[in-house]
């Protein structure tokens, strides 16, 4: 059975492997997709038409979902000793999260009701509930990752205090690498999180395009404004999830700043002295600004590019 099982893992560990794996999975996924639109038609125009291509944008968001929830678990198994936790924790997380999805998804559910379009698939509703329920799936863990790294990171800042003579090189040494964790959690999830923002928002004008492109759904029916609503209030969420984490994260690094390079009696910060805490920053991240972070301009940008796209592309309305 060992020999199974490394034979097995060295098959995943090559590129090609899991890159088969992927293209199987895609292929499975479209043409399920295709047979439920098939076997609950209303419109034999559209399914045979606009609903492949949606089908397609979907069926690439599900492979991208489930290679991110790979990472993220592969992520969290990666954390340092330190930041491990108990069953309860995870327990507690993981149903925190739930009704945290949950909430979106109610939200979300109140808004669409508003809107006069249908698609021409009985049952429809419920695949866009497994779709979404994947989606979430595949954001779990990243999410998870952010509050065991907040988690982590305020009782590390509860921890430190300011000597009152020369700072500890090896305490020094430790929080930087601390603080350094936290930011690629930070900047790791968030791109993760982004990209399924990104998808998610994609679908949504992809379905818009399928359906006034084939004539099941007038455009005024349909207006972009919903494909960038919907975009605006998931990034909101990951926005909600992440800021937490960025302000514990910045508050901690520039104290590590303060604590590590002092500023003298004198409150006079000479020439040497700026050069290394400017050199220390760098280290830190903290002298990027907020909008160079490319997870920042991935989260804010992506639902209103992809409102660019369903308003540009023509559709045949």
Do not use: C
Request: aromatic residues 10%.
């Amino acid at each position: 059975m060992m020999a199974i099982r490394d034979d097995v893992r060295r098959w995943w560990a090559s590129s090609a492997a899991r890159a088969m794996v992927f293209v199987l999975l895609a292929a499975l996924v479209f043409n399920g997709l295709v047979l439920f639109a098939q076997l609950n038609s209303r419109d034999d125009v559209f399914v045979d038409h606009g609903f492949r291509f949606w089908a397609a944008m979907a069926t690439f968001s599900f492979v991208v979902w489930i290679a991110l929830l790979g990472r993220g678990i592969t992520a969290i198994r990666a954390f340092p000793a330190s930041w491990r936790r108990g069953r309860r924790w995870w327990l507690a997380s993981l149903a925190s999260y739930a009704v945290l999805m949950l909430a979106a998804s109610t939200m979300l559910g109140g808004v669409s009701r508003g809107n006069s379009f249908e698609v021409p698939i009985r049952h429809f509703p419920a695949l866009i509930s497994v779709l979404t329920a994947a989606g979430a799936a595949a954001a779990a863990p990243w999410v998870l990752s952010v509050w065991l790294a907040q988690e982590s990171a305020k009782k590390a800042a509860g921890q430190e205090t300011s000597p009152d003579g020369a700072a500890d090189p090896a305490a020094i040494a430790a929080a930087v690498t601390d603080v350094l964790i936290v930011w690629r959690v930070i900047e790791r999830s968030g791109l993760a999180l982004s990209l399924i923002v990104s998808t998610s928002a994609f679908n949504t004008g992809a379905l818009r395009l399928a359906l006034i492109g084939s004539g099941a759904v007038k455009p005024d029916d349909f207006p972009p404004a919903f494909v960038l609503g919907y975009g605006a209030f998931v990034a909101a969420v990951l926005v909600a999830i992440l800021l937490p984490l960025v302000l514990i994260w910045r508050t901690r690094a520039f104290a590590l700043v303060e604590q590590a390079l002092p500023a003298p009696d004198s409150g006079l910060l000479g020439e040497d002295l700026i050069a290394a805490r400017t050199r220390m920053e760098a280290q830190l991240h903290v002298d990027a600004g907020f909008l160079r972070n490319p997870m920042t301009i991935l989260s804010v940008l992506s639902p209103f590019a992809t409102a660019l796209v369903t308003t540009l592309v023509p559709n045949g309305g």
